[in-house]
């Protein structure tokens, strides 16, 4: 672990929506899953917080709080309202995945508005405004920053987290750095890759935590895009609930067909905002119940 201180488009999105429509579980209002087993701690939440095009996910457990990513800038107040809403004050961890503006827009907006104690950064960086306004205030609220490696764990009340990205690795994209996260809940799992790519998964695969990456929610990598969820990675995580977090007609077409039609020949589950809006994941330990906005 490493501690830095201180210091052709429109055909495509109507082909998208067409599938997801007519697909049964494109939008299930609740959902459950049991397995055997016990938990210590009453619950995990994991909040897909509608952000339009981009990520903003809150874990939620007993006492604690963590944020992954924090959507674009344009959804600044939204989701400081959400957050307030949800009794946020304090943020354990705010983890921004990697440093593009609908990942980090509104973090600068996050440390001005709750007191975070942690940061956690993957090791890359940008040269634009947005990621420089973040840097900014990390700084001024004095919050303690982490680069974290492959292997690295924290614990949120009784949720573990582990780290399955790799660092030291050469990347020719931003997305490619992203931090990739497993969560341990009792017997529940749930993977979060924010724009991770099939090279980083492949990386991941070929690990000594490939094991991890087995899990019954799986986050979409990039808002669905073709250029992430390889065949591979996707049957060695297995996942029954997939989440998507994207725009509704946004400019990139995502969710792509492609990936969608993995997803449902696997008869896999799944959530995406621009169709459901904000999505809760609640676990016991045991049970998995999904619930939408919409």
């Given at each position: 672990?490493?501690?830095?201180g ?45 952000v ?12 604690s ?13 939204s ?22 503006e ?27 405004k ?46 490619k ?30 690990s ?28 060695k ?58």
């Amino acid at each position: 672990m490493k501690n830095k201180g201180k210091g052709i488009k429109f055909l495509i999105v109507t082909v998208c929506l067409l599938i997801s429509a007519i697909m049964t579980n494109s939008c299930v209002i609740s959902t459950e899953a049991s397995k055997d087993g016990k938990s210590n701690a009453e619950y995990f939440k994991l909040h897909m917080i509608d952000v339009g095009q981009g990520d903003a996910f809150l874990l939620e457990t007993d006492n604690s709080f963590m944020l992954v990513d924090a959507g674009p800038n344009k959804c600044e107040k939204s989701l400081i309202s959400y957050l307030k809403k949800r009794r946020v004050k304090k943020l354990k961890y705010a983890l921004f995945t990697h440093p593009h503006e609908d990942h980090i827009g509104s973090g600068d907006a996050v440390l001005d508005n709750f007191r975070v104690e942690k940061v956690l950064l993957p090791d890359a960086q940008s040269s634009t405004k947005t990621f420089e306004k973040l840097l900014d205030a990390i700084d001024s609220e004095n919050c303690e920053t982490i680069i974290p490696e492959q292997g690295d764990t924290f614990m949120l009340d009784n949720a573990k987290i582990t780290v399955l990205s790799l660092t030291g690795m050469e990347y020719d994209n931003l997305n490619k750095y992203s931090l990739v996260i497993r969560v341990d809940f009792g017997n529940n799992s749930f993977l979060l890759t924010g724009d991770a790519e099939s090279e980083n998964e492949k990386d991941i695969l070929k690990s000594e935590y490939s094991s991890l990456i087995d899990c019954d929610l799986l986050k979409i990598g990039h808002h669905g895009s073709v250029s992430s969820t390889d065949e591979a990675f996707l049957d060695k995580a297995s996942p029954e609930y997939a989440f998507i977090s994207c725009g509704a007609g946004n400019d990139y077409g995502h969710p792509h067909y492609e990936t969608l039609e993995k997803l449902s020949d696997r008869n896999i589950k799944i959530y995406r905002t621009d169709y459901c809006g904000t999505t809760v994941c609640t676990s016991d330990g045991n049970t998995i119940t999904v619930k939408t906005e919409f």
